[in-house]
C-alpha cells in the first residue's frame, strides 16, 4: 500500500464569461472522449414532470447519505453556465457494482460481531432498499497484509517443495472468510467475486527478501506450471463450498516488492504466466473464471498494455484491474482506447487512519466513484472492508494504518468514509446498469450518469469549488436546478423516458468536420474561420455554451465564434456573447448538426477552401459538420 493521496488536476480547459466559470475535464477532450459520437435526434414520448429522489452528504457530516426533499423536472428554460446534460440514448460500459474488499482481517473481525452480524452483512451486502448493495468483492488467495499472518495454500518447510500440490488446502479459509462469503451470498447471490493472490508459496519464489520467504521475490519459472494449477485447485475448492470465483488477477500489485505478503511479476512475466500457463489450464479443466491483468497503479498503463499487445496472453485476458496510489485515473482511457475490446476494472483504494473526512471523500467521490467509470471502469471497489480501532489486523510490514469502511469494536460498527463513497453509488446504480452521457465541470461540478436495468437515472454528483455552487441537470427537453455546498455530494435518482434523444452537447468540448472531411477552425481568433484543418488542434476545439432561449454559442481558446454581420466571413474573435455569437443547433437525419444564426441563415464552410460565412437560407453537405468524426 503506498499514500501518495492526491494528483495533479484534471482540468484542461476554463471559460470564464460573464455567465460564469465552465470548463471540460481530460476524459471528455476531443481527442479521447467517445461522448458525442454518433449523435442523432429520436423522438420519444413527452416525459411528466418526473419526480426527482435526492440523497446528500455535505463535508462536515451533517448529512450523511441523507435524503432531501425531492424535486421534479420541468419544461428546460433560462440558462445557467453549470448545465449537466444528461442523454440516456448514449451509453457506453456495464456496470458490474460497486463494493469494498473483503480481507481475511475484515472476515476474522465481521466474524466477531455477534448477534449485529447478520444486520452489518446487509446493510454492506444487501440489494434491499436502505442498503449499500454492494454487488462486487474482493478477496485474497491466501494472506493479505490485512491478514493476521502470512500464509498461502501450499506452505512447505524451509527446502522443501511441492511440485505436485499435495498439501493444497484451503483450510485457513474455513474459520472465517468462507463462513463469511457464504453469508454474503445468501444475502445477495448474484454478487461478483474477485479474487487476488499477494504471493505465490515461497518455495515457488526466486530472491525473496525475508518474512521467510513472503516479501519480495519472483516466481520462478521452474514452477509457473503448478502457480497455475495453484490457481485451478483454489477455484475448484472454493466452487466446492458453494463459492464462485467470478474473476482473478495473476498477482496484486506486481511491481511492489515491499509489502509483506508480496511478489513481484513483470509484464512480460505476467504475459508468460498466462499465455503458457494459466490461460491454458483454466480451458483444460472448463473453468470460465475471468482472467484480468495488472492490478496496480495507474503510472504504468504500459503494463496492461503489453499484457493485451501479446496475442498469445490476450486470447485469455478480460481486461486490466487498477488502483490509483500513483498515476492519474485517465490511465484507464488511455488503455481502454489502445484495446478498446478488453473490460477495465477498478479494484482497490485505501484511505489512511485517522484520515480526514472531507479531504478524503472529495477526493474518493472524484477520482474513484465519478473518475473510474467515466475513464470506462466496470467497478470501483475501495480496499479494507474493516478494521479494528487501531487499524488491525495486519501482518508484520503490512499496512498499519488502513482504515476501514467501518470501524468493527467487539460486537459494534460505526461507518467511516469509505462507507458514504461507495454507499453513494453502489444504493442507486444496480448491477448491468450502463453509463451514460453527461458532461462535468473540472472546477466546480463533477459528475457520472447511469441508467439501471428497470430504466430509473442515476447521477452522482460532486461539488469540487470552494464555495456553494448551482447547476442545471437538464434530460431531454426538461430540467431542474439544485444547489450543493462546497465539498459536499449528491445523488439524484428518477424514472421515466427521455423527451428527445439529444440536444445541444452543452457543456462539451467539441471538434465540427465539414464536407470535405477537413475540421473547422477558429484560426488564430483574428482572421477568418475556415474548414480547412486535416487535424485538431487547440483552435479546432470548440465549447458549447447554453447562451439561453434554446440557443448556443461556440468558444475556442477564451473566444466565441461570431455570425458578424451575416455578410461578413465569420471570425472566433469575441470576447463575450450576444445576438450574433447565437446560434440554433439542428440535428440531421445522418446525425450530422447545422448551425443556424441569429438572421436565420446557416453557417457554411463554402467549398472548403473559401473562408466560412453564415448567409446560407438552407442546408445541404456544405452546411452540415460531424461532431467529434
Known amino acids: 500500500m503506498k499514500t501518495n493521496h492526491y494528483l495533479k488536476s484534471l482540468a484542461v480547459l476554463c471559460l470564464m464569461p460573464v455567465l460564469g466559470y465552465v470548463s471540460c475535464k481530460k476524459d471528455l477532450s476531443a481527442k479521447s472522449s467517445p461522448e458525442l459520437k454518433n449523435l442523432t435526434v429520436k423522438t420519444f414520448a413527452q416525459s411528466a414532470n418526473e419526480a426527482v429522489n435526492i440523497w446528500e452528504t455535505t463535508s462536515d457530516q451533517t448529512k450523511l447519505l441523507a435524503q432531501q426533499a425531492s424535486v421534479n423536472f420541468a419544461a428546460d428554460a433560462g440558462t445557467n453556465a453549470t448545465t449537466i446534460t444528461v442523454d440516456e440514448t448514449t451509453t457506453y460500459q456495464t456496470i458490474d457494482g460497486f463494493g469494498y474488499c473483503l480481507t481475511g482481517g475484515s472476515a476474522q473481525l465481521i466474524d466477531g460481531l455477534g448477534a449485529n452480524q447478520s444486520a452489518f452483512l446487509n446493510d454492506i451486502f444487501s440489494t434491499a432498499s436502505g442498503h449499500v448493495g454492494s454487488a462486487f468483492v474482493r478477496i485474497s488467495i491466501g494472506a493479505s497484509d490485512m491478514s493476521s499472518s502470512d500464509f498461502t495454500y501450499d506452505d512447505m518447510p524451509s527446502g522443501q517443495t511441492d511440485v505436485n500440490l499435495t498439501h493444497f488446502s484451503i483450510s485457513q479459509e474455513m474459520t472465517d472468510l468462507v463462513p463469511v462469503l457464504k453469508k454474503i451470498i445468501a444475502i445477495n447471490p448474484n454478487i461478483k467475486i474477485l479474487a487476488t493472490p499477494w504471493t505465490a508459496p515461497a518455495w515457488m519464489k526466486s530472491s525473496t527478501t525475508g518474512n521467510n520467504g513472503f516479501t519480495g521475490g519472483s516466481l520462478n519459472t521452474a514452477y509457473y506450471a503448478a502457480y497455475a494449477t495453484y490457481f485451478v485447485k483454489y477455484i475448484q475448492a472454493m466452487k466446492a463450498q458453494g463459492i464462485n470465483i467470478y474473476a482473478i ?245 428518477w424514472a421515466g423516458t427521455q423527451s428527445s434523444a439529444s440536444g445541444p452537447p452543452i457543456g462539451q468540448t467539441i471538434t465540427l468536420k465539414g464536407f470535405n472531411g477537413d475540421y473547422v477552425s477558429g484560426e488564430d481568433g483574428t482572421t477568418a474561420m475556415t474548414c480547412t484543418r486535416t487535424t485538431a488542434g487547440t483552435w479546432e476545439q470548440f465549447l458549447v455554451v447554453d447562451a439561453g432561449n434554446g440557443k448556443i454559442a461556440l468558444q475556442s481558446m477564451g473566444m466565441y465564434v461570431s455570425s458578424e454581420n451575416g455578410t461578413q466571413p465569420i471570425t472566433c474573435n469575441r470576447t463575450s456573447y450576444s445576438s450574433w455569437e447565437e446560434f440554433t443547433w439542428g440535428t440531421n437525419a445522418d446525425g450530422t448538426i447545422t448551425l443556424q444564426g441569429n438572421n436565420g441563415d446557416y453557417i457554411s464552410s463554402e467549398d472548403g477552401t473559401q473562408a466560412m460565412t453564415c448567409n446560407r437560407t438552407s442546408a445541404s453537405g456544405w452546411e452540415s459538420f460531424g461532431v467529434n468524426k
Not at 436495468?453 to 427537453?477: E, R, Y
Open 249 to 493: 488477477t495473476p498477482q496484486n500489485e506486481p511491481l511492489n516488492a515491499n509489502n509483506n505478503p508480496a511478489m513481484t511479476m513483470q509484464s512480460n512475466e505476467e504475459a508468460n504466466f498466462i499465455q503458457n500457463n494459466l490461460g491454458p489450464q483454466f480451458a483444460a479443466n472448463g473453468i470460465t473464471t475471468k482472467i484480468i491483468s495488472y492490478d496496480h497503479n495507474c503510472d504504468e498503463p504500459s503494463y496492461p498494455e503489453a499484457v493485451l499487445g501479446t496475442s498469445g496472453a490476450a486470447q485469455y485476458v478480460d481486461g486490466s484491474a487498477f488502483h490509483l496510489y500513483a498515476g492519474d485515473i485517465s490511465a484507464l482511457t488511455t488503455v481502454h482506447n489502445a484495446y478498446p475490446a478488453k473490460n477495465i476494472y477498478f479494484t482497490e483504494q485505501f484511505i489512511g487512519g485517522p484520515g480526514n473526512f472531507a479531504g478524503d471523500f472529495s477526493w474518493h467521490m472524484n477520482n474513484l466513484i465519478i473518475g473510474a467509470p467515466r475513464n470506462w471502469s466496470r467497478t470501483v471497489l475501495e480496499w479494507n472492508l474493516a478494521s479494528d480501532p487501531n487499524y488491525n489486523p495486519h501482518t508484520s510490514g503490512g499496512c498499519s494504518n488502513c482504515m476501514g469502511a467501518v470501524t468493527i469494536s467487539g460486537n459494534n460498527y460505526t461507518r467511516n468514509t469509505a462507507y458514504y463513497t461507495v454507499a453513494h453509488a453502489s444504493e442507486f446504480v444496480q448491477a448491468g446498469a450502463v453509463r451514460i452521457s453527461s458532461n462535468t465541470f473540472s472546477s466546480s461540478i463533477q459528475n457520472v450518469a447511469f441508467k439501471n436495468p428497470d430504466g430509473t437515472k442515476v447521477v452522482v454528483a460532486l461539488n469540487t469549488a470552494s464555495s456553494s455552487q448551482t447547476f442545471k441537470i437538464k434530460w431531454g427537453t426538461e430540467s431542474f436546478t439544485y444547489t450543493l455546498p462546497a465539498g459536499a455530494a449528491a445523488t439524484f435518482k
